[in-house]
């Protein structure tokens, strides 16, 4: 059974920088593919940074790519998400979700619209305002 838990959303002005975290339990990030989605108020939701379980392979969507960064510490079973730069457009719920390393890779993880057989987490909110 695998748990994904979201923290570090919040209120953040325009061009300021934040830094989302999941933890994974039940499953070592080490035997995951795992990415951030956004779903923006009205839209659908999109992949945007996707990583592979030995972080050898990673996707970024192109809008997106100068302005964020994917990382993770599988010792403790973290994912990080950092944001910089951010805009109004930027803001929605995010969310972290995952599958085991052997049946998916990180580009086919995000680009995905019908994403059965992914585990997510509940999502956490980011406001952009000034």
């Known amino acids: 059974q695998l748990d994904l838990v979201e923290s570090g959303g919040g209120f953040v002005q325009p061009g300021g920088s934040l830094r989302l975290s999941c933890a994974a339990n039940?499953?070592?990030?080490?035997?995951?593919?795992i990415g951030w989605f956004r779903q923006a108020p009205g839209k659908e939701r999109e992949g945007i940074a996707c990583?592979?379980?030995?972080?050898?392979?990673?996707y970024y969507t192109s809008s997106l790519n100068h302005r964020i960064n994917i990382s993770r510490d599988n010792d403790n079973n973290l994912l990080y998400l950092q944001m910089s730069d951010l805009e109004p457009e930027d803001a929605g719920v995010y969310y972290c979700?995952?599958?085991?390393?052997?049946?998916?890779?990180?580009?086919?993880?995000?680009?995905?619209?019908?994403?059965?057989?992914?585990?997510w987490g509940q999502g956490t909110q980011v406001v952009v305002s000034s």
């Open positions: 979700a995952a599958r085991h390393w052997r049946l998916s890779s990180p580009r086919t993880l995000c680009l995905l619209t019908t994403r059965v057989g992914y585990s």
């Open positions: 039940g499953v070592g990030l080490d035997r995951l593919v």
């Open positions: 990583d592979s379980s030995g972080d050898s392979e990673v």
